[in-house]
């Protein structure tokens, strides 16, 4: 049975980070992040929807998101989903809740700190200009991203 836990989501910070550090010295942060949906019945009236996700990063990711976040930030995870259970301590009952591991971050705002372990936005180079072909019938230049199949 093959498995695969991989978790995208963006959105903004409820809260401000929660950093602590395990007896050993691990940084631990938790966030709370609001996610938005907005769409249109088929009436035409707009609607939308809010879904709320604890996430945990360790190490030096938590430690990043304490130094540089703070609540109503967006920022982008990747992680998995991790299933909790616990015991109620006031009425004994078995609770549950399904929250993040964070793996890896991207600031979303252009308020960005320098010097942030975060990836920097990818961009293309600009595509060179084509050569002008003086003859219809020459045979067109490759194209950078031409795939084989």
């Avoid at 929660?18 to 938005?36: D, F, H």
């Avoid at 700190?113 to 003859?135: H, L």
Wanted: glycine share 6%.
């Amino acid at each position: 049975m093959a498995n695969f836990n991989k978790v995208i989501l963006a959105g903004n910070l409820t809260r401000d980070p929660e950093l602590r550090y395990t007896p050993k010295g691990t940084a631990v942060a938790r966030i709370g992040l609001a996610i938005n949906r907005t769409w249109r019945t088929e009436t035409g009236e707009q609607k939308e929807e809010v879904t709320f996700v604890d996430v945990d990063a360790f190490g030096k990711t938590a430690e990043t998101i304490g130094q540089y976040f703070k609540k109503g930030r967006p920022i982008l995870i990747e992680g998995r989903l991790r299933y909790e259970t616990w015991e109620d301590k006031q009425t004994n009952q078995k609770r549950s809740k399904l929250g993040v591991v964070m793996e890896n971050f991207q600031f979303m705002d252009s308020n960005r700190a320098e010097g942030a372990a975060a990836e920097a936005p990818r961009s293309r180079p600009a595509p060179s200009a084509k050569p002008e072909v003086a003859d219809a019938e020459a045979p067109a230049p490759p194209e950078d991203d031409d795939v084989p199949f």
